[in-house]
């Protein structure tokens, strides 16, 4: 123990943050990278997984219509999510299916998840459902990014 300094640990090969940063250009990839931005709360790990096109869509049961926005306002109100709250918690679940279109440019991905969110307020919610995933790259070995998100919660 005389020889051992924790404030200097020896060197470790490979890279660091592998357990906890995804590969992107892996569609598990991309889910480990978009359940971190959210339990960390980074928008700017959430941000590069959304394609510029990306679209939103769930269905408001209240006013029976869906409801759907863009890149601008999803990344406005995800931030404000991040900012009010406390603790994010995302478990991706089983994957239901996966199917590979447009020649591998692009995979839907429909997946059960677990989430509780708890505010900096004190409230807090729990929930989970289905997220249907349009996700798309420009060729092979290119990071996926989030074209078309249709929420199927059950909040």
């Known amino acids: ?3 051992c300094n924790p404030f200097a640990p020896d060197l470790q090969e490979g890279d660091p943050f592998g357990d906890i940063l995804g590969d ?3 569609v598990e990839g991309f889910f480990t ?6 339990e960390l709360r ?7 997984l959304l394609d ?3 679209v939103f869509s769930y269905r408001d049961f209240d006013a029976s219509v869906d409801r759907v926005w863009g890149f601008a306002q999803d990344l406005e109100s995800t931030r404000r999510l991040f900012e009010q709250s406390d603790v994010v918690r995302l478990q991706w679940n089983q994957v239901l299916s996966q199917d590979t279109l447009d020649a591998g440019a692009q995979v839907r991905v429909v997946r059960s998840f677990t989430l509780s969110i708890s505010l900096l307020t004190g409230e807090a919610f ?3 459902g289905n997220v249907n995933f349009l996700l798309r790259r420009k060729q092979d070995g290119d990071n996926w990014r989030l ?9």
């Open 1 to 3: 123990m005389g020889a």
């Open 24 to 26: 992107p250009s892996t």
């Open 33 to 38: 990278n978009f359940r971190n931005s959210y």
């Open 42 to 48: 980074d928008i700017s790990l959430y941000e590069p």
């Open 52 to 54: 510029s096109a990306f």
């Open 126 to 128: 729990a929930g989970g």
């Open 147 to 155: 074209l078309r998100w249709r929420d199927e919660s059950e909040f």
